[in-house]
Nanobody
Framework: QVQLVESGGGLVQPGGSLRLSCVAS????????MVWYRQVPGKQRELVGT???????YYADAVKGRFTISRDNDKNTVYLQMNNLRPEDTAVYYC???????WGQGTQVTVSS
């Protein structure tokens, strides 16, 4: 069973920044490729980006150039640095691993003036 705990969300003004963290743990857990998703109520969860164990990234077009995913393999932690935030980035953000496991509680990000 994998446990995923996201943190770091909050209320930020447009143009601001936030850094989300996700700590992964569990019996037999292998800290491989990790992903960040986000979800707005009433809509499907959408992929934000991924990072392999070696640090190779993929980003969705909507966040490319603004968001950066990094990881600390020693701490089983993955980060999502979000810059130049926009109101349309408002969502609950979730991390997960590949293949997808049970979702954590997520962390709410609200971008509003």
């Amino acid at each position: 069973q994998v446990q995923l705990v996201e943190s770091g969300g909050g209320l930020v003004q447009p143009g601001g920044s936030l850094r989300l963290s996700c700590v992964a743990s569990g019996s037999g857990f292998s800290f491989g490729t990790m992903v960040w998703y986000r979800q707005v109520p009433g809509k499907q969860r959408e992929l934000v980006g991924t990072i392999t164990k070696e640090g190779t990234n993929y980003y969705a077009d909507a966040v490319k150039g603004r968001f950066t995913i990094s990881r600390d393999n020693d701490k089983n932690t993955v980060y999502l640095q979000m810059n130049n935030l926009r109101p349309e980035d408002t969502a609950v953000y979730y991390c997960n691993k590949v293949p997808l496991q049970s979702w954590g509680q997520g962390t709410q990000v609200t971008v509003s003036s």
